[in-house]
């Protein structure tokens, strides 16, 4: 019983999103300017294909129309003149999208001046937002993309218990952070456990320890439970009030800390919490339930693999590194079978990189993973393990309507690889975000640069 | 009685002397670092020195050794860490655990890292079960430039795994020895110049009246002068390592070895002319900071067509995950650089900078037997260590990390004891 009402309000909180997105995109301030990038169609020939759903294509074309995918299939016919890209002994899969990154908010060089990734001012900071801290010019948006990476959701730093809003962007250079944002992207929040919060604030008010954290969560979503029901009051009020009233109901003063968190209530803005310990873990899928909203996706998980069977009854993503750990205490109990051992279990597993360096090979991360469970005795193939790259992400941001996965009618954000990219011999040769080439590894010209490395040692190189 | 028994069996794992044993391991894919890679290949080794490799055919098994049948996998050298601090920390954010770093000390070239390393340490066993055998360790530079002195040691996790406590001094330059050493690049240089002068005139009673360092920081880089030991410096700019290459030379040809280099191709020539050795990272292509605008993974490749020499480490974790040393060489052959360079990068080349390259790093008859054997190309991120031989004992591939899986593995299967009695 308990588990049939869990998965009809997560069923629910999925359908809110498809038929809200467009118009939260509408709404919202700040909208995506994103273009696609004129593109010509193309054939890509005689691929092995991961389709990011678990399968492995052999020989197979795929055809690329306008910006989507077209056609998937062997021995495809195309029109006269359309440009056919050999890709016998080359693999295809979807773009690698990276759940947890902080590129442009924490980005190269990394000087003070670019510290831009937590509002380390209170330990409630739910009114920020990721997307107004970053710097489109971070090199390390291109070296992703020279990787595979052609989405990423941007977050704050997890230093506070609320840590603001993220954003999902498209990995294309762009003079202005809207001209990358992913069109009808659910934003994400991002929230803390553990030892962070408790470190920074310790000595500045508090939070100073576990039991601090959870109640300032707690006091907040209490908060936000409360001007949720000032505004339907207001706005019942509203519906019912006559224009020749004498007394019309007045709005609520806006809180925007609280309206963020309101829109979690809604299931419009999905929570994206950082936490180590399975415990702790356990503790907020129980606050999630009492105050009514979903953990979308713990990020880092180290200890996921302890709670496997509680996330897949939960319908809780964990991103997960491959062999992070050890340099806190909520990092100690880390295992490299970690990724693979919560997809055996059922539930979601999603491989992250909070690097701008390890998100330049998040592929390898999944190869990493892959061979230790697999080792382990678990029975998993490459085909599976893409999904951890990118359906999954894209399904836990709410974009794999979009991207994600080799379907019909989704976006072409495909990387074309050199050879197996579980083989470290391997790297992207061509990256195509909506069907647009935007990194060619033969291709000096389609190298992007960012403005700060104009002129620099190193600009236009290969990297 | 039973407690009895525990003591005993305890008394005997403490004192467990090495057992001599002679193994052969056959059949394998043999990577010698000597010559070609021997595609059938058996080598047979003792807890002394490795006695035979070569063709199986050719091999002669004593009748004593144990046989090991490794067809399908890989033999090769142990892993050689060029620049490590595992087994100085458990937990790196826990101060009570960490000790690399000696930010309140009044000393600072003389601090042992072998001092703060820990055999028993949970990062010195997960690193092992990765096929690395040999560490140097370092202490972090934090009051002067100088870290200290670099040790080298095995990863058995024996008590006795120590076996250099003065290998090298490890020096801070480039943006934060800059800052450590009073703001600029002109006090670090001026610091690192002059310190070794007076370290080189110091006599014990006739100290300087105003000395930069203390009798014991003196003695210490007096002693690495003396015995001709690495300078293991960190540096990445190309100006920089312009600046070292004239440094080694006006201090008598100093046995510099630069770490880090990230813009180390731009001055390739120069560094191959002065014949200075690097450890690099592959994976910083990464404009980090205003000291690495030029960083790319082609930094290798371009190195090594230059001819200059290099090992090859994850200089972004030196102690949790060191062990990835692997990967990080292993990318450089898509940039075009060939296997047995990138190989030698973690083995032959850390060996030959700590003057360990007659004993360790290549499978030679005569050598220290740290062998690994792997189920596949060790360079691959797919591939990893079925077997590690230290010293020719054959070590114990379970580490906290494996217990902690295994303990989870079987989530699910009904078994109604709490984990903790599993």
Known sequence: MKNTTLSAIALGVGLLFTQTAAAIADEAPYPSTYQPIASSDVLLKGATVFDGLGNRLTSTDVYLVDGKISAIGQNLNVADGVQ??????????????????HLGVYASPGVTAHSDGNEVTSPVTSEVSAEHG??????????ARAGGVTSMLILPGSANLFGGKGVVLKNVPSRTVQGMKFPNAPYALKMACGENPKRVYGQKGGPGSRMGNFSGYRKTWVKAVAYREKWDKYEADLAKAKPDDKKQPTAPTRDLQLETLVD????DIRINMHCYRADEMAQVIDMSKEFGYKVTTFHHAIEAYKIADLLAENDTCSAMWADWGGFKMEAYDSVRENIPM???AGACAIVHSDSGVGIQRLYQEAAKALADGNKAGLNISKAQAWAWLSSNPAKALGIDDQTGSMQVGLNADIVVWSGDPFSIRSRPDLVFIDGAVLYDSSDPAKRAVSDFELGQPGEGDVK | MRKFITVCLAFLLLQSPAIAETFAITGAKIVTNNGAIIKNGTIVFDDKKIITVGETASVTIPDTATKIDASGKWVTPGLFLPFSQVGMVEVAAESSTNDTRSSKSPFSAALLAADSFNPKSENVGITKIEGITRMAILPAASRTIYGGQGA???TSGEFRSITSNTAFIYVQMGETGARIAGGSRSASWLWLRQSLLEAKAWRKGREPAEPLLNSADAFALQNALKKNLPFLVRINRASGLLALIDFKSKFGDLNVVAVGAKEAWMVADELAEAGITLIIDPHDNLPSGF???????????????AGVKFAIANLGDGSFNARLMPQHAGNTLATGLDWNTAFAAITEVP??????GDNLGQLVPGMTADIVVWDGDPLEVMSSADMVFIDGQKQNMTSRQTRLRDRYLTLGDGNPLPFAYR
């Open chain 1, 264 to 267: 979690v209530l809604k299931g």
């Open chain 1, 134 to 143: 970053v710097w489109p010019h971070d090199p390390g948006f291109n070296r």
């Open chain 2, 351 to 356: 060996a030959q900078i700590f003057g360990e």
């Open chain 1, 342 to 344: 919560v997809h055996n």
């Open chain 2, 291 to 305: 000291e690495a605008l030029g960083a790319t993974m082609y930094n290798a490749v371009r190195l090594h067509k």
């Open chain 1, 84 to 101: 056919i890209i050999d890709a016998t002994d080359r693999w295809v899969t979807p773009g690698i999208i990276d759940i947890h990154s």
């Open chain 2, 152 to 154: 080298l040691v095995n």
